[in-house]
């Protein structure tokens, strides 16, 4: 019989590969135990490891995750009382990056990393506000005797070869039973999938349906003969209660965490079974699980383990405390775990959902521009506005609308920031804000400030999550994209959330979409409904912001801002630079000319801080006093002038380089990081040949300032927690309109130079595609960049040919498209081409690259690319001298794709009316159907191009035709919410009552994304507003679920049954009163609702109002006379034991209030 007081070495297993792996290493196996304790339902191995009495334990069949772990742990500590240190050995996911060459069949070992006690928790946190996921769970490290054993072991392995494989192998030859399954794996089943690469079937293996396209394996060295192989590796492991089976996930975690390796149980045990955790690598945390490696792992871990252990004296073990003893009371919170890792599910569950979220919209990020006006802010600027009349009451609420506004440079989006600081001190409820960026084009029009404004509310809470949610949903889980308008009221609904907001809204003059951000404003000015909403705008005093502003919002919140304050904070400014200023604080400057510079730049600069700012840079340069007064006494007038000062005062050996860096920034459409700013530097094209030579890289970042002092500057953007960017930006919106002024700047010069600029760097960079990739940073910038400008530089004699010498050369033309395809996405790798030379010239727009390409032969009808042939290239993407081109030449213009169906709906789906016309004249048949949108038509009202609608039905468009994703254009008009081409369809005669997708009807998507007035059009053109849609629900039925009241009460006014039976919530009432929408649900209250009916899940509206927390709800429906006793509402084929408890706990909460 063996003792249970023996034992002091605990060792867990959770499969039962891992359990028979670990019995294979005990030097002696002992009897099992006669009793264990009375609750104890663990099935135990005992034996000897070394001079160590082991109890070994698995968790049971089919069970996996922290709970059940924690369980098995209190199990063990209660039967076999004197266990004092603990193992957790089996399998995991590796997370291999370029630090840490993870390999299957390798060894992870948990030490402390980071901070992290060896274990992270990464399903256990919260989002606040700003930031992304914050992991609160912080896991104790293992025992120190533990750790102590780790560093031997590891300073043992450095001097001589491990030999853990050979001991495997030894417990094999004398096993051969386990031999088919515990052997180690062929080398050539060791495949690394890239990140984005996703396994096509989860029911079939890898190696049917992943075949090994180099395109997508990751490419790694072989190892050597002085490498480990297996490898053991010391680190940080993940732990949650689901299996990580995300690529992108787990890089992300390996990338900000360390993370060497993914598993389920070890969380579990941390905290209240102090033990090391021990992983072999059986596969790469990916939807590509790899099954063969299991055994081999669990068995190389514990032939590790047991080399470890054989490294304690068992006097060590003996002189720690008993885990029991040092848990003490802590034991029985193991008991609570069940009912925290349902809550770390849920929040996992939502973290994920918000991070697809995010990566849908791409929410341009304004903390980067707050943060750059921060640091250029001088102590105290804008302090006299906080005291202003006009901002008081527009910060108490009694003024909605403030418009600041003010000369280029006077200080307005630093004045924006020190309001926010204001703002985050003084306001109790939302503070919104977006920064419009002349340097980044995500920033410059509406649809970028309402998805950053979206998504800044939906990091506020559940509250306002839940409309983003189902916007995202509604799209196909993000496989589409919201329109401005569909943005526009879902952000509406989001504010009607709250009770107290304040938007900033920076440099609307930088806007390129003023018209609809005006309009934009209208509507919120307008709207009574969000009078809890502020909003505080700046800008230039532009001529249609001046026409427009003082009607929307009132004259009286007009304000200029006030120059005589700007001076006064301009002369502090001054001031403190010549006290504190690095350039100034070190130099002894006499009082006469510390007075002439206050005299001369502080009350010279006439509100102008920008300017007063590029003076004192200047006088911070001279070498002496003299050089100081020479300066201050022909101080440029304006910014104008200061600017070409700045740029005749770039050294001559540092201008064609100058010149060519400021083209890019002026006119790319994103900004440059300094990395790529480097490449653009090294890149000399003023020679012939031109080259790229990367010994002429700047050696440090900041060197770049020097190319052109004064008009540029570095901006850090964060990118990820605790990751930045650098990026090279313009100085100021003005130093970009002064440039464009300047013919050297002009877009068909720039354009020309940075077109031969990105053909210089791809000609001359060489390596593998992951070699260029990660040692050429501008090189998918230069592929993508290029192809923008080229058009304009196919003028330019020596440009042309050097794109066509780049595009028939093979090397180069792989290169490009390996590196960048226009009809692929930016996110992934594109892999090698799809379509032909004359293809991708056709889509990047080259019409004589093109010619010439066809005059040498190439197939104008050749099938190939995203978009099928050459002419759906480019009339989807509006190249209007390229079609008739190929039409010329005898492309076949009615030839189907799969995509988009033919180049007359290409050209439709996105808004190239003339080349619309082109094709129609040219014969192209207005109704042939295919692709994704079904017909041309479909294709236009589904985008919004009224004008192509028109001339479509002119041509004879079949306005009833069905086919594709909407099944008609009027569907596809009503879910999109145009309403001028609802209005011209149903005047061509489209019926109102025609079934759409999944059996959808125009009326009830309308009705469900909030397009009222679209809703009124179909009801006068006789729409049925009792008609059953989407699995048999209705318009009624959606809008109450969605919360548009004013669409609720239009349908019930036209006659909607407030009772209909059916859909997912089987009546209106219980979808507004699960979505906690209680004007919804007083208006059907009033319009006579059964307020007792039964729904889906819920017995009835009080029971689903109950058990969602809609106390306001709660209360209406009990002064309405709801039964606070009604019974059923959960589908009784397919009971959901959470349904019940939902159910059960809001009769209670119902009762409660009842009473």
């Known amino acids: 019989m063996s003792d249970p007081q023996a034992y002091t070495v605990g060792w867990i297993s959770a499969l039962a590969t891992e359990f028979v792996a670990a019995q294979q290493f005990l030097d002696e196996r002992h009897n099992p135990p006669e009793s264990v304790g009375h609750h104890d339902n663990n099935f135990y191995v005992l034996g000897r490891i070394g001079r160590h009495n082991v109890v070994m334990a698995t968790l049971p069949e089919g069970e996996y995750g922290t709970t059940t772990a924690a369980t098995v742990a209190k199990d063990m500590l209660r039967s076999f009382p004197n266990v004092r240190i603990g193992l957790m050995v089996g399998i995991g996911g590796g997370a291999p990056t370029a630090a ?170 941390m905290n209240h079974f102090p033990c ?83 990566s849908w919209l791409c929410p341009p990020d304004p903390s980067t521009n707050i943060n750059y006006a921060k640091k250029l802010r001088h102590e105290g600027t804008g302090a006299w506005l906080l005291k202003k009349t006009f901002f008081q009451s527009w910060h108490s609420g009694s003024n909605r609308h403030i418009w600041l506004h003010g000369s280029a440079g006077c200080g307005k989006t630093v004045l924006s920031a020190t309001i926010l600081d204001y703002l985050a001190e003084t306001h109790d409820g939302l503070i919104l804000r977006f920064y419009f960026d002349f340097s980044d084009g995500r920033k410059q029009k509406l649809s970028g400030m309402l998805r950053s404004l979206a998504f800044q509310m939906y990091e506020r809470g559940p509250v306002c999550r839940r409309h983003l949610d189902a916007l995202f949903h509604h799209h196909r889980d993000g496989q589409d994209q919201p329109s401005t308008e569909t943005l526009s009221e879902i952000i509406r609904k989001m504010l009607m959330e709250e009770k107290n907001v304040c938007v900033v809204l920076d440099a609307l003059d930088e806007s390129t979409t003023r018209d609809q951000l005006l309009r934009w404003i209208q509507d919120i000015a307008s709207d009574l409904e969000l009078h809890h909403v502020r909003l505080l705008y700046t800008s230039r005093p532009e001529s249609d912001l001046h026409q427009s502003l003082p009607d929307c919002i009132g004259q009286e919140n007009c304000i200029s801002i006030d120059r005589q304050a700007l001076n006064e904070d301009i002369r502090a400014y001054v001031v403190w630079q010549l006290t504190e200023g690095e350039g100034f604080k070190k130099r002894k400057l006499s009082q006469d000319l510390i007075e002439l510079i206050e005299n001369k730049v502080g009350k010279g600069s006439d509100g102008m801080f920008r300017w007063a700012a590029c003076q004192m840079d200047s006088l911070a340069k001279c070498p002496t006093a003299k050089k100081m007064k020479e300066e201050l006494e022909c101080l440029p007038e304006n910014l104008t002038k200061t600017y070409g000062r700045m740029l005749q005062s770039i050294p001559r050996n540092l201008r064609n380089s100058a010149t060519r860096l400021l083209q890019f920034l002026v006119h790319s459409e994103q900004p440059l990081t300094l990395q790529e700013a480097k490449e653009v530097i090294a890149t000399n094209i003023d020679v012939s040949p031109p080259f790229f030579d990367a010994d002429d890289r700047v050696f440090e970042e900041s060197l770049v300032l020097q190319y052109a002092p004064g008009l540029i500057s570095i901006v850090e953007v964060g990118i990820q927690r605790d990751m930045i960017k650098k990026e090279l930006h313009l100085a100021h919106f003005s130093v970009k309109e002064f440039l464009e002024a300047q013919a050297d700047f002009g877009r068909p010069r720039a354009g020309n130079t940075i077109t031969r600029t990105c053909l210089t760097y791809l000609k001359d960079i060489t390596g593998s595609h992951d070699g260029i990739n990660q040692n050429f940073p501008m090189a998918r910038f230069a592929a993508k960049t290029w192809t923008r400008f080229g058009s304009l530089a196919e003028a330019f004699q020596d440009s042309f040919q050097a794109m066509l010498m780049f595009v028939e050369g093979e090397e180069t033309f792989q290169r490009w498209c390996r590196l960048f395809q226009a009809d692929r996405s930016w996110d992934k790798d594109p892999g090698p081409p799809r379509g032909s030379r004359l293809y991708y010239s056709c889509l990047a727009g080259l019409s004589n690259v093109a010619r010439e390409l066809i005059n040498k032969g190439a197939d104008v009808n050749a099938q190939g690319g995203n978009y099928g042939n050459a002419l759906q290239a480019a009339s989807a993407n509006g190249h209007f001298k390229i079609v008739e081109l190929l039409l010329e030449k005898g492309a076949d213009i009615d030839v189907q794709s799969r995509r988009s169906g033919n180049a007359l709906q290409a050209a439709s789906a996105n808004g190239h009316f003339k080349i619309v016309g082109l094709l129609l004249e040219e014969g192209a048949d207005v109704n042939a159907q295919g692709g994704n949108y079904g017909n041309a038509l479909q294709a236009a009202s589904a985008n919004g191009y009224s004008e192509i609608v028109g001339l479509l039905l002119e041509e004879g468009a079949d306005v009833n035709a069905q086919g594709g994703f909407h099944r008609h254009a ?26 759409g997708r999944y059996c959808s009807n125009a009326l009830e998507e309308a009705s469900a994304r909030g397009y009222s007035e679209i809703v009124k059009l179909l009801l006068e053109k006789g729409a049925d507003v009792n008609a059953q849609g989407r699995h048999y629900s209705s318009a009624l039925q959606e809008a109450s679920a969605k919360g548009y009241s004013k669409i609720v009460e239009l349908l019930l006014e036209e006659g909607a049954d407030v009772n209909a039976q059916g859909g997912f919530y089987r009546n209106a009432l219980q979808a507004a009163s699960i979505k906690g929408y209680f004007k919804i649900v007083k208006l059907l209250l009033e319009n006579g609702a059964n307020i007792n009916a039964q729904g889906r899940h819920y017995s009835s509206a009080l029971q689903a109002a109950s058990a969602r927390g809609h106390s306001e709800i709660v209360a209406l429906l009990l002064e309405k006379g709801a039964d606070v006793d009604a019974q059923g509402g959960l589908d009784r084929h397919n009971p959901q034991k959470r349904q019940q408890r939902d159910c059960e706990s809001a009769s209670r909460e119902v009762k409660r209030l009842r009473a």
């Not at 096993?175 to 996703?198: C, E």
């Open 970 to 995: 009027l569907q596809a008009a009503s879910t999109k919410g145009h309403s001028e081409i609802v209005k011209l369809l149903l005047e061509k005669g489209a019926n109102s009552n025609a079934q």
């Open 100 to 269: 840490h060459d993870i390999r299957l069949g390798d060894i992870v070992v948990s030490t402390r990393d980071g901070g992290y006690g060896g274990v992270f928790q990464y399903d256990f946190g919260k989002t606040i506000q700003d930031q992304t996921f914050y992991y609160e769970q912080h896991l104790n490290q293992s025992p120190q005797l533990l750790l102590t054993a780790v560093s031997g072991l590891k300073a043992q392995y450095m001097g001589d070869n491990h030999e853990l494989d050979s001991k495997v192998r030894q417990v094999l030859e004398r096993k051969p039973k386990l031999r088919s399954k515990f052997s180690q794996p062929p080398m050539s089943s060791d495949k690394l999938y890239r990140s984005d690469f996703v396994h096509r079937n989860s029911l079939q293996p890898c190696s049917e349906v992943c075949i090994d396209d180099p395109d997508h394996l990751a490419v790694r060295p072989e190892r050597g003969e002085e490498d480990d192989n297996p490898a053991i590796h010391y680190g940080l492991i993940a732990t949650a209660n689901q299996l990580m089976k995300d690529a992108l996930i787990r890089d992300k975690l390996a990338a900000e965490k360390g993370v060497l390796c993914f598993e389920m149980e070890a969380a579990g045990l």
């Open 276 to 358: 090391l955790v021990v992983r072999g690598i059986c596969d790469y945390a990916d939807s590509h699980k790899n099954k063969k490696w299991q055994g081999y792992a669990a068995m190389i871990a514990s032939a590790y383990a047991k080399e470890l252990l054989k490294q304690i004296p068992p006097n060590k073990v003996e002189a720690e405390n008993r885990i029991l003893e040092t848990i003490g009371s802590a034991l029985s919170e193991i008991e609570k775990t069940t009912m925290a890792t349902q809550v770390t599910v849920v929040q996992m569950g939502s973290q994920l959902l918000c991070d697809k979220v995010k």
